[in-house]
């Protein structure tokens, strides 16, 4: 896709990017050496550079791969909890009544459910599809724990593994909100006020830039509305076809240095640096 930019690079303020898939391939383990540098060129133009991610802030902390990145701003989880060095920005739980009718309904059906809480998370039960998905994006299998603390901690994301044996559950719940980050075996499961683009319009409000000031990478459907929240969306080149429709520049795969060809593409950094 041929994009403009021309006078709206020296607009943006802000650049939110996806974690896994956009930063972090899953093809090499790694973040590509031309992705550390652009953010670092982007910090230091005074760009403000905030993950957006599915994940939770204690996977953050042990994904070795992100120690040479530095971010203004999380949005984790979804968008259901989003902060800052300051402190927490935005936080929506998923609502009790929810969790309720999960805790009845897993006491006759079996079902392997992670749950994250403000510091941690646990799953209920492991099978082959749990470890699967988990190894797909190289991260260790959550610890087992007692599904009872769902009825008395916050729960802001809870991922069911097997989307078919799923939805049944899901179908039934009133206040929440599905979206895939695995087409086959996992879904991101938060409370209906959450979301990427709650995220983005969090931290515009807390930094009074406007929506055409904004710009945002990613790669799959949970994606989806934070690019509609933003006045520029890019799309990695391993996205999915279906987000690529709606993005307003596809660039190249994140093993060919997409995001730094779409940052100098896009006049938001140059070349000669």
Request: one cysteine or more; glycine letters at 8%; proline letters at 4%.
């Amino acid at each position: 896709m041929v994009f403009f930019l021309t006078g709206k690079a020296a607009m943006i303020k802000a650049i939110f990017f996806d974690c896994d898939g956009t930063l972090l391939s899953h093809t090499t383990n790694r973040v590509p050496p031309s992705t550390i540098r652009s953010l670092r060129r982007l910090r230091e133009q005074g760009i403000k550079v905030i993950l957006s991610t599915g994940r939770h802030r204690s996977e953050l902390k042990g994904l070795m791969q992100l120690k040479d990145l530095s971010f203004d701003g999380y949005i984790t989880v979804n968008g259901a909890c989003c902060y800052h060095e300051d402190g927490i920005l935005l936080a929506s739980t998923i609502p009790l009544e929810v969790l309720r009718k999960i805790h009845a309904w897993l006491k006759t059906h079996t079902l392997p459910i992670q749950f994250f809480l403000e510091e941690e998370s646990f799953i209920n039960t492991v099978n082959e599809t749990v470890i699967r998905s988990q190894a797909m994006i190289h991260t260790p299998v959550p610890p087992l724990g007692n599904v009872d603390r769902i009825l008395s901690e916050p729960v802001y994301l809870m991922v069911p593994f097997g989307i078919q044996n799923a939805m049944p559950l899901l179908a039934q719940l009133p206040g929440i909100a599905i979206t895939t980050w695995n087409a086959h075996d996992a879904l991101d499961v938060v409370n209906e006020a959450a979301g990427k683009d709650a995220g983005v319009r969090a931290f515009a409000d807390y930094y009074g830039f406007q929506k055409e000031e904004l710009m945002a990478f990613g790669d799959a459907m949970n994606d989806c509305s934070m690019l509609e929240a933003v006045g520029t969306s890019v799309v990695m080149g391993n996205g999915t076809e279906e987000l690529k429709q709606l993005a307003d520049y596809v660039t190249d795969d994140i093993d060919a240095d997409g995001v730094e060809h779409a940052l100098i593409q896009l006049g938001v950094l140059s070349a000669d640096d």
